[in-house]
Antibody, heavy 122, light 110 residues
């Protein structure tokens, strides 16, 4: 059974960089047809896609966050990571890592991590 | 950017049918996926490609998609169906395709 687990600091200061890692177990991050992504959910609000990466390093980012986001992959560790720079209180959210099944015309999120709360505060 | 519109809330009595809509410009030309999220938990895929169900999802969950509206239908609603539901598409209309979520609908079982 595929499992995804987020890890990283739960508290980040304003203007600093939020860094999270997702460790994939029970399957290979290098599997074809799958992208790996980050999604966040501010407290009491809806889901927001941050971006996705293929094992080869190809990335797609949410246009509204693109200038602050970097997603990278480490196939040797079966991990992928998120960096979000210049954070503010508006970036406080539960951050989920996920697997996306990608075809030519759609992407389905079929596995999710449990999520990790990141609070931006001084 | 592509926008998906969901009603904030839907209420239904146990045993009745709940219908949750997801509106978008010509959404019928896209594949729509639906997720259920219970409090404190990660979302779970309940319908994909408009109307297919992942293994383990009850047949009570079904979907349709035509024109400018996609619909998630939950038949014979149970108390355990109370949750937030989100629709999602992949917008590939630009050079920078991306995942789009609806704003979510809170299903209340009366």
């Amino acid at each position: 059974q595929l499992q995804l687990q987020e890890s990283g600091p739960g508290l980040v200061k304003p203007s600093e960089t939020l860094s999270l890692t997702c460790t994939v177990s029970g399957g290979s991050i290098s599997s074809s047809s799958y992208y790996w992504g980050w999604i966040r959910q501010p407290p009491g609000k809806g889901l927001e896609w941050i971006g996705s990466i293929y094992y080869s390093g190809s990335t797609y980012y949410n246009p509204s966050l693109k200038s602050r986001v970097t997603i990278s992959v480490d196939t040797s560790k079966n991990q992928f990571s998120l960096k979000l720079s210049s954070v503010t209180a508006a970036d406080t959210a539960v951050y989920y890592c996920a697997r996306l099944l990608a075809t030519g015309t759609t992407a389905i999120i079929d596995y999710w991590g449990q999520g990790t709360l990141v609070t931006v505060s001084s | 950017s592509y926008v998906l519109t969901q009603p904030p809330s839907v209420s239904v009595a146990p045993g009745q049918t709940a219908r949750i809509t997801c509106g978008g410009n010509n959404i019928g030309s896209k594949s729509v996926h639906w997720y259920q999220q219970k409090p404190g938990q990660a979302p779970v895929l309940v319908v994909y490609d408009d109307s297919d169900r992942p293994s383990g999802i009850p047949e009570r969950f079904s979907g349709s998609n035509s024109g400018n509206t996609a619909t998630l239908t939950i038949s014979r609603v149970e108390a355990g169906d109370e949750a937030d539901y989100y629709c999602q598409v992949w917008d590939s209309s630009s050079d920078h395709p991306y995942v789009v979520f609806g704003g979510g609908t809170k299903l209340t079982v009366l």
